[in-house]
């Protein structure tokens, strides 16, 4: 049996019970039309080559997944290998994009070169490009995590796969050891041939922060998203993540504040000034009709 999208009733009964909620939070998890049901995958969409259960809040919660504690609750962000100016993301925008996003503390950790040994490597057949295996990867960075570290992310300039069978991947997670890697080369229209298109630093730093928030969130335990337009969905292939949106759904929101605990309207606005700071009016807009929503709903 194919993939398909839950309804009505199972999207609300994801979001799990929120009536002992602050009614500012009530409100943000309400889903109304600022979010729309997961699409009907396509034929090469994730989720017609991977038809996952999902996870409820419920399930979520009973997993028992890893929460910022007061020894650790920094992300820590690790550069691997070379970062050419010209394609590659700022480290400071993408740590204020993931304070913000996760509100939690951030830094950035002092570059590790790769030499060549340290990791399992490949020529890929289409690309002709090296690869790293990450495996090898999430392996080495278990034995860097920081005392004060809630995760550890390796962020890389080489191509990624994960086991010999597949092409590539965009980037891999540890849900319980608490590390993870990806990469941004993939994200680079160059690395298809493709000459530089005017907004190219725009779009390249906007799939950069969309993997890194996805690939973020399944250190705290969330997985994959079936029910709703999402941040957290699947992507087989660059067009299917492009299409996902940059915001969580009201199943997954509700997921993060169980674990971190933030302020739902200060989240929003931090993210709102960040995106108008680089440039993403679509998700700025997508926020300020959030919050006009939200607080207009608040006021008595």
């Known amino acids: 049996m194919g993939f398909e999208p839950p309804g009505p009733q199972e999207r609300?009964?994801?979001?799990?019970?929120?009536?002992?909620?602050?009614?500012?939070?009530?409100?943000?998890?309400?889903?109304?039309?600022?979010?729309?049901?997961?699409?009907?995958?396509?034929p090469q969409d994730w989720l017609t080559a991977h038809p996952e259960p999902g996870q409820t809040f419920d399930e979520f919660r009973r997993s028992q997944?890893?929460?910022?504690?007061?020894?650790?609750?920094?992300?820590?962000?690790?550069?691997?290998?070379g970062f050419p100016d010209q394609p590659s993301p700022s480290m400071e925008r993408l740590r204020e994009y993931a304070a913000s996003f996760?509100?939690?503390?951030?830094?950035?950790?002092?570059?590790?070169?790769i030499s060549g040994g340290e990791f399992t490597s490949r020529t890929n057949p289409a690309t002709g490009r090296?690869?790293?295996?990450?495996?090898?990867?999430?392996?080495?960075l278990k034995g860097r995590l920081p005392a004060d570290a809630f995760c550890l992310l390796a962020i890389t300039m080489e191509d990624l796969y994960p086991?010999?069978?597949?092409?590539?991947?965009?980037?891999?997670?540890?849900?319980?050891?608490?590390?993870?890697?990806?990469?941004?080369?993939?994200?680079?229209?160059?690395?298809?041939?493709?000459p530089p298109a005017k907004d190219h630093r725009t779009l390249m730093f906007r799939r950069s922060v969309k993997v890194l928030a996805h690939e973020t969130a399944h250190m705290f335990g969330l997985n994959h998203c079936i029910y709703f337009h999402c941040l957290m969905n699947g992507s087989n292939h660059?067009?299917?993540?492009?299409?996902?949106?940059?915001?969580?759904?009201?199943?997954?929101?509700?997921?993060?504040?169980?674990?971190?605990?933030?302020?739902?309207?200060?989240?929003?606005?931090?993210?709102?000034?960040?995106?108008?700071?680089?440039?993403?009016?679509?998700?700025?807009?997508?926020?300020?009709?959030?919050?006009?929503?939200?607080?207009?709903e608040a006021s008595p």
Not at 176 to 184: L, Q, T
């Open 12 to 42: 609300l009964e994801a979001i799990g019970a929120i009536d002992a909620l602050p009614v500012t939070l009530q409100r943000a998890l309400t889903p109304d039309r600022d979010f729309q049901p997961i699409p009907v995958p396509g």
């Open 65 to 81: 997944p890893n929460r910022p504690d007061t020894q650790r609750r920094v992300i820590c962000l690790q550069p691997l290998g």
């Open 102 to 113: 996760f509100q939690v503390d951030v830094k950035v950790l002092a570059p590790i070169r």
């Open 130 to 140: 090296r690869q790293i295996l990450t495996v090898d990867v999430l392996r080495f």
């Open 163 to 194: 086991e010999p069978s597949w092409n590539f991947v965009f980037g891999q997670a540890s849900l319980r050891k608490r590390v993870g890697v990806y990469s941004f080369v993939r994200y680079d229209p160059a690395f298809y041939g493709e």
């Open 238 to 296: 660059l067009d299917e993540s492009d299409h996902r949106p940059l915001h969580l759904c009201p199943v997954c929101l509700h997921k993060l504040h169980f674990s971190v605990g933030f302020d739902v309207v200060k989240r929003y606005e931090g993210l709102a000034q960040f995106y108008r700071q680089v440039g993403f009016e679509d998700e700025a807009g997508w926020i300020s009709r959030r919050l006009q929503r939200i607080q207009a």
